[in-house]
């Protein structure tokens, strides 16, 4: 069995008309979602799928650099293949490897699961993940709605300004009652300009929310200040979580070696694929941490996590977030028809945990028409008008790369 052809397609999802959220430093704008789907092509017949970082850069990388090198090579030795490139060039590598091992599942006739170790359960916990700059009163409906779903938590992203941050978690715990998990993904707190919370803020919004009691708070500082991290986390308010903006395995490393987070998230479609998700799972054990996992694309992303996350138990893999996108008569946040439609069938999902598809490799598959139903519209697909100093910031496909001014 040899590689004869290695494509990524680009797609784009239209928003009906784009979508304007208003925030504490300024205004956000969605005009689309972008997704990526990777193939691999043998000369028997058989195809691999993987989803990939959705953004020009990464597609150009597969269609030549990874194409190149891949065409030729049986995909049975994926583990002695060795490709060498920068550090962009190999994460898009290792989100194209997952369609080779979604091949040599189908090949071998067994999961993904089992070609990385093997399974120790069959159904991973998700956590519900929407909430984009709406009134208090909203996220509260919001997250009840989630959890009328049946998931077990909910995420959402603040950034009303710290007292309206404050009460909206609050209705979000009266809307929801004790029992149900609220996570706080702090994201914009550092791109808000000259808006942006100061530490002292963060440390004192983090304290009121403590009577709440958030599972976790998510990236409340600047990614790349684990001192920051480390001494939030020693004053014991609320537990911590961050990780999907580290570039490299030693970045988590050093959030770990710090004691500087109890949740370490990564992202494996664009932070180094499989192989370096295990080696976080384990750090996350050694050091007495959790992993939750950063998805935040199509059903054919969740999938490919969970494919990963069952080789290890709940204690270690806790989490892997699923994201609400709205439907007619289902709540959530703006609507994404393809991240559903990727996929063949839907996903089971059963009182809020993912239950593992029997079938080989991915388990489940993908449906190529989407390819054409939804073609790529160049250019970012959101974008932050901050109000002071006035600049534009324009988000692409990859959450560990930071976003750029536009």
Same mark, same amino acid.
């Given at each position: 069995?040899?590689?004869?052809n290695?494509?990524?397609?680009?797609?784009?999802?239209? *928003?009906p008309?784009?979508i304007?959220?208003?925030?504490?430093?300024?205004?956000?704008?969605?005009?689309?979602?972008?997704?990526?789907?990777?193939?691999i092509?043998?000369?028997?017949?058989?195809t =691999?799928?993987?989803?990939?970082?959705?953004?020009?850069?990464?597609?150009?990388?597969?269609?030549?650099?990874?194409?190149?090198?891949?065409?030729?090579?049986?995909?049975?030795?994926?583990?002695?293949?060795?490709?060498?490139? $920068?550090?962009?060039?190999?994460?898009?590598?290792?989100?194209?490897?997952?369609?080779?091992?979604?091949?040599?599942?189908?090949?071998?006739?067994?999961?993904?699961?089992?070609? *990385?170790?093997?399974? !120790?359960?069959?159904?991973?916990?998700?956590?519900?993940?929407?909430?984009?700059?709406?009134?208090?009163?909203?996220?509260?409906?919001?997250?009840a709605?989630?959890?009328?779903?049946?998931?077990?938590?909910?995420?959402?992203?603040?950034?009303?300004?710290?007292?309206?941050?404050?009460?909206?978690?609050?209705?979000?715990?009266?809307?929801?009652?004790?029992?149900?998990?609220?996570?706080?993904?702090?994201?914009?707190?550092?791109?808000?300009?000259?808006?942006?919370?100061?530490?002292?803020?963060?440390?004192?919004?983090?304290?009121?929310?403590?009577?709440?009691? #958030?599972?976790?708070?998510?990236?409340?500082?600047?990614?790349?200040?684990?001192?920051?991290?480390?001494?939030?986390?020693?004053?014991?308010?609320?537990?911590?979580?961050?990780?999907e903006h580290?570039?490299?395995?030693?970045?988590?490393?050093?959030?770990?070696?710090l004691?500087?987070?109890?949740?370490?998230?990564?992202?494996?479609?664009?932070? =180094? =694929?499989?192989? *370096?998700? @295990?080696?976080?799972?384990?750090?996350?054990?050694?050091?007495?941490?959790?992993?939750?996992?950063? $998805?935040?694309?199509?059903?054919?992303?969740?999938l490919?996590?969970?494919?990963?996350?069952?080789?290890?138990e709940? $204690? !270690?893999?806790?989490w892997?977030?699923? #994201?609400?996108? $709205?439907? %007619?008569?289902?709540?959530?946040?703006? #609507?994404?028809?393809?991240?559903?439609?990727?996929?063949?069938?839907?996903?089971?999902?059963?009182?809020?945990? @993912?239950?593992?598809?029997k079938? %080989?490799?991915?388990?489940?598959?993908?449906?190529?028409? !989407?390819i054409?139903?939804?073609?790529?519209?160049?250019?970012p697909?959101?974008?932050?008008?901050?109000?002071? %100093?006035k600049?534009?910031?324009? !988000?692409?496909?990859?959450?560990?790369?930071?976003?750029?001014?536009?």
């Amino acid at each position: 069995m040899r590689i004869t052809n290695v494509e990524a397609f680009l797609m784009s999802c239209p *928003m009906p008309e784009q979508i304007v959220l208003p925030f504490w430093g300024g205004v956000r704008t969605i005009s689309k979602r972008d997704a990526m789907l990777i193939k691999i092509t043998a000369d028997n017949g058989l195809t =691999g799928y993987a989803p990939g970082p959705a953004f020009a850069r990464a597609q150009e990388e597969i269609n030549t650099k990874v194409r190149s090198f891949l065409i030729g090579k049986n995909p049975l030795e994926w583990r002695q293949f060795g490709f060498i490139g $920068s550090l962009e060039t190999l994460k898009t590598y290792y989100a194209t490897e997952v369609a080779l091992l979604d091949m040599v599942g189908k090949y071998e006739g067994c999961s993904i699961s089992e070609l *990385m170790g093997g399974r !120790v359960r069959s159904e991973i916990k998700l956590y519900g993940s929407a909430g984009m700059y709406m009134p208090p009163d909203k996220y509260a409906e919001e997250a009840a709605a989630i959890q009328s779903m049946g998931f077990s938590a909910y995420k959402m992203r603040p950034g009303l300004g710290p007292d309206d941050d404050l009460k909206t978690v609050e209705l979000m715990r009266n809307a929801t009652g004790p029992d149900f998990e609220l996570m706080v993904d702090a994201h914009t707190w550092w791109r808000m300009g000259d808006r942006s919370y100061s530490e002292k803020i963060i440390h004192d919004l983090a304290g009121s929310f403590q009577q709440y009691r #958030p599972y976790w708070l998510e990236d409340p500082l600047p990614p790349e200040d684990h001192l920051a991290y480390k001494k939030l986390k020693a004053k014991n308010i609320v537990p911590v979580a961050t990780g999907e903006h580290e570039q490299e395995y030693e970045g988590f490393e050093d959030l770990a070696r710090l004691n500087a987070t109890d949740f370490l998230q990564m992202d494996v479609c664009c932070q =180094g =694929g499989f192989d *370096m998700g @295990l080696k976080v799972f384990d750090l996350a054990a050694d050091h007495k941490l959790k992993f939750a996992f950063h $998805s935040w694309g199509t059903s054919l992303e969740v999938l490919a996590a969970a494919q990963l996350g069952v080789c290890r138990e709940e $204690s !270690v893999v806790e989490w892997l977030e699923y #994201p609400c996108h $709205s439907a %007619p008569g289902r709540a959530g946040m703006y #609507p994404f028809p393809l991240a559903e439609e990727i996929l063949s069938e839907d996903l089971e999902i059963e009182k809020g945990y @993912l239950k593992m598809p029997k079938g %080989p490799g991915l388990g489940i598959k993908v449906n190529e028409a !989407v390819i054409d139903k939804y073609p790529f519209i160049p250019g970012p697909w959101s974008f932050f008008h901050q109000d002071s %100093p006035k600049r534009t910031i324009a !988000v692409t496909g990859d959450h560990s790369v930071k976003w750029v001014k536009h």
